[in-house]
């Protein structure tokens, strides 16, 4: 069974740092393109950042250029989040998604979302 399970999300303030963990199980991890998004309250979700499976390259939104780092173990089956300076407008509830083939045609599988709150 296909499980994404994130922690970490906490109550911060601004200027902070956190690092959030998505763990993976029943599938490949090492093949899969993982993804972080995010969801603010009354707005859509949104990309944050992805990390490719064969090269490890990565992609960041706009707006978490220069203060998130994506990156993956993949002994673990485990992708991270690291949040730095953080701002109130990074307030949401972040989402694991990872994508991958699985017999014969590829999936997408999301977490149950961790909150993450950025506040004084």
């Known amino acids: 069974q296909v499980q994404l399970v994130e922690s970490g999300g906490c109550l911060v303030q601004p200027g902070g740092s956190l690092r959030l963990s998505c763990a993976a199980s029943?599938?490949?991890?090492?093949?899969?393109?993982m993804t972080w998004y995010r969801q603010a309250p009354g707005k859509e979700r949104e990309l944050a950042a992805r990390?490719?499976?064969?090269?490890?390259?990565?992609y960041y939104s706009d707006s978490v250029k220069g203060r998130f780092t994506i990156s993956r173990d993949n002994a673990k089956n485990t992708v991270f989040l690291q949040m730095n300076s953080l701002k109130p407008e990074d307030t949401a509830v972040y989402y694991c998604?990872?994508?991958?083939?699985?017999?014969?045609?590829?999936?997408?599988?999301w977490g149950q979302g961790t909150q993450v709150t950025v506040s004084s």
């Open positions: 029943g599938f490949t991890f090492s093949n899969a393109v």
């Open positions: 990390i490719t499976s064969a090269t490890g390259s990565t």
């Open positions: 998604n990872a994508r991958f083939f699985m017999g014969g045609e590829w999936t997408t599988s």
